[in-house]
């Protein structure tokens, strides 16, 4: 039996073809009914071909159902193609999200959620590297690092096309294991091949930390770019100033982004009156963001590296650009696109990549990253923070700086 749908749209195709013939051989650029213009040739071809994919889908989901040798999912083919519309972009930012997919987005976003603890994205030769572990998380102490690739997830292989894929199974019920397979490249230019198995857990991301250092100068450490990370980092502020701090310190190595509202909240608190940054969609639309007069009066460093991605690029981005702070460490990550979750009607979504950011000088680093105006290589292995400062020469070099101010 024909669904309604179907002979809708049969029905009316049917009527399209009996108006084009009535034009048959002439040149007109639409179809006319009664004088009246119905609908544009293109469009028209548009419905027609539309039509027959809508019967070849159809075809081939009744191919699989008749013949396959094993069972299937009715409704795993529906998500199936509807995450091949969304992957066929070539974009592996841009995916579909099912209703699970996207309440595990926005638990994330919040702060919360169960895993091992690893931000990840894709190479443009479809390969999992790991952006950066989160701090003090499963997979930071399993000693994951930023650029890591992970080519399998309890045995089975996964590429970057299938990215959504392996960051869901790598992610479960807290006190389960996965085993993750890591590719990493030595400083030697060679590469090592390992397991880590990884114990999950309910990831609860303190994404900012502060303390004083050196008696005189703050220090404030941000893991991510969350809904709660503007008012932590103020509170921090205040709290660093209260102990007459001369000059601050922003870490942001291994912070891979987050949320471009929250960075801006913290731009605007650090930034006199300037552009932050803006974004610019594929038609030329621009959106700026500002920051006010109030302006910072004590020196900042902010620290840098190649976990350093997209939000953080942002805020160093626009520091530097605006000479209100000195950048030290390596190249930032080079992540300058920007998502939007678009929610549909029955709880799933899409994470589409609607536009691309730039700095306050014009400048867009999508690919290459931001270069710090003090390139300070990290030893191998070496911890950082302020609690191995004897080993963070990155952290060492920020304190000279501010030291000399």
């Known amino acids: 039996m024909i669904s309604r749908r179907k002979a809708f749209v049969m029905g009316f195709i049917a009527v399209l073809l009996t108006f084009t013939l009535t034009f048959a051989g002439s040149t007109i650029i639409g179809l006319r009914h009664n004088d009246r213009i119905v609908i544009t040739m293109s469009r028209y071809e548009q419905l027609v071909n539309f039509e027959k994919t809508y019967q070849k889908h159809e075809n081939i989901k009744s191919l699989i159902l008749r013949n396959f040798l094993f069972d299937v999912d009715e409704e795993q083919l529906l998500e199936g193609s509807l995450r091949g519309i969304v992957d066929v972009l070539g974009d592996p ?86 085993t993750v397979t890591i590719n990493r490249r030595l400083s030697d230019g060679t590469e090592k091949t390992f397991d880590l198995t990884i114990t999950r857990e309910n990831i609860r991301i303190a994404t900012v930390k502060h303390e004083l250092v050196e008696e005189s100068l703050g220090y404030i450490r941000l893991t991510t770019f969350d809904r709660k990370t503007p008012g932590d980092f103020q509170l921090a502020l205040q709290d660093l100033e209260r102990q007459a701090m001369q000059g601050l ?78 950048l030290v460490g390596t190249q930032s990550f080079g992540k300058g696109i920007v998502q939007r979750i678009m929610p549909l009607d029955d709880g799933s979504g899409v994470k589409l990549t609607v536009s691309e950011y730039f700095t306050p000088n014009n400048t867009s680093i999508h690919g290459t990253g931001i270069t710090p105006d003090f390139v300070i290589e990290m030893p191998e292995d070496a911890n950082y923070g302020p609690d191995y400062l004897e080993e963070d020469v990155q952290l060492q070099k920020a304190i000279q700086l501010l030291l000399e101010n």
């Open 249 to 326: 310190i922003i870490d942001l190595r291994y912070n891979p982004g987050g949320l471009v509202s929250s960075v801006t909240e913290i731009a605007d608190m650090l930034l006199g009156e300037t552009i932050i940054t803006y974004t610019e969609t594929r038609d030329g639309q621009r959106e700026y963001f500002k920051s006010d007069a109030q302006k910072f009066d004590l020196p900042v460093v902010i620290l840098i590296n190649g976990g350093s991605a997209s939000a953080s690029e942002i805020l160093a981005g626009a520091m530097q650009d605006t000479e209100s702070g000195i």
């Open 93 to 178: 930012y841009s995916e579909y999200l099912s209703v699970e997919d996207l309440d595990s987005l926005m638990e994330q976003s919040r702060g919360e959620y169960s895993g091992i603890g690893i931000y990840v994205s894709v190479t443009e030769d479809n390969r999992i590297v790991v952006v950066a572990p989160i701090e003090d998380t499963p997979a930071d102490k399993a000693g994951i690092r930023s650029g890591d690739f992970i080519i399998r997830v309890n045995g089975q292989e996964y590429s970057g096309d299938r990215l959504s894929d392996a960051v869901s199974i790598m992610r479960g019920r807290v006190g389960t294991d996965v």
